[in-house]
């Protein structure tokens, strides 16, 4: 494996191997099982893997985590020669944001709603940062966890609209033993807090069992998730939106739908999903890329 932290000699080291498929995963490190699934998928599919930490500053709030988010490099460069990473690219920021930038990549309507209803510029800074590494990479497939399911919504619209020649692939939510999605600031958690942020996945899950057995009226299905959610210190939002579009569901669901919440545990923020979609276990298709906008009717929710 090669570690490697600038453009320059990322794009000479990734010129050796044009030839190849070339697989990516973008992350900001502090590495778990889930980022590990995404190597294997790509592994999977691709000859060469390059894999990218780096903490983007223009993703998080003012009032955010970004001084405080957790890192730990030599564990993760350890982590991701173990997996048969090809390459870890870990630019510093004067690399990624040369000075007087300027130039943004700004989403539209997907990133307004759930987690962008409350980070405003959360996903013109995921947009952007996004887009450059693929433009350094150029890589053939990109990996994303479906845990930031509306980043990959982003991402995924973001590559159309651009014309990017990339693949966006969606991979399965990684979950601990006890349900727990992986999520690098699941650190943040003391033990007691660990305890509580169960409330989330049991929620999601007790919705999900719901909609198995046959109930698809979208505020029957909120209501047994939000009984688990009130457990949290605070629910941000719960929300059961059409997957494509990532608007309000539409009763009776017919169409795949992300139930999708963020809720703090002490002072840590947590996201989580469950699709519910009667076509396939996981629901969405990786490859989904339906953009479709569907609109409830009178009876609709
Ligand atoms: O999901 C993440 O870790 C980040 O949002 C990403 C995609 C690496 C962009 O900074």
Avoid at 232 to 245: G, I, K, N, S, W
């Amino acid at each position: 494996m090669q570690t490697i932290t600038t453009v320059t000699e990322l794009r000479s080291a990734l010129g050796r191997v044009r030839d190849k498929h070339v697989g990516f995963v973008p992350t900001m490190g502090y590495l778990h099982d889930g980022h590990m699934a995404l190597v294997k998928a790509s592994r999977a599919r691709c000859d060469v893997t390059v894999l990218s930490i780096f903490v983007n500053p223009t993703q998080f709030g003012p009032t955010e985590d970004l001084s405080t988010y957790p890192r730990n490099f030599l564990r993760d460069e350890q982590l991701c020669r173990d997996a048969g990473v090809t390459i870890l690219f870990a630019p510093d920021a004067h690399e990624v944001y040369p000075a007087q930038f300027e130039t943004f990549v700004e989403p539209g309507e997907l990133a307004r709603s759930l987690c962008g209803a409350f980070r405003p510029e959360h996903f013109r800074g995921v947009a952007t940062v996004v887009c450059k590494l693929f433009n350094m990479v150029l890589p053939d497939i990109a990996f994303f966890g479906q845990k930031d399911f509306q980043q990959c919504a982003v991402v995924r619209r973001m590559a159309i609209d651009l014309n990017l020649p990339i693949e966006i692939v969606t991979v399965p939510t990684v979950r601990e033993p006890d349900r727990l999605a992986m999520s690098s600031r699941n650190r943040y958690l003391n033990k007691e807090e660990r305890l509580r942020a169960l409330a989330i996945s049991r929620g999601l899950f007790a919705a999900e069992a719901e909609f198995r057995v046959g109930e698809r009226e979208c505020e029957k299905l909120m209501a047994v998730a939000r009984r688990h959610l009130d457990e949290v210190d605070r629910l941000q939002y719960l929300e059961l939106v059409d997957a494509d579009t990532l608007q309000p569901a539409c009763s009776p669901l017919s169409q795949p739908a992300a139930l999708c919440a963020a809720a703090y545990v002490g002072s840590t923020r947590l996201i989580d999903n469950v699709i519910l979609s009667a076509g396939s276990e996981h629901g969405l298709r990786p490859d989904q890329t339906r953009m479709t906008l569907s609109r409830c009717d009178d009876t609709g929710r």
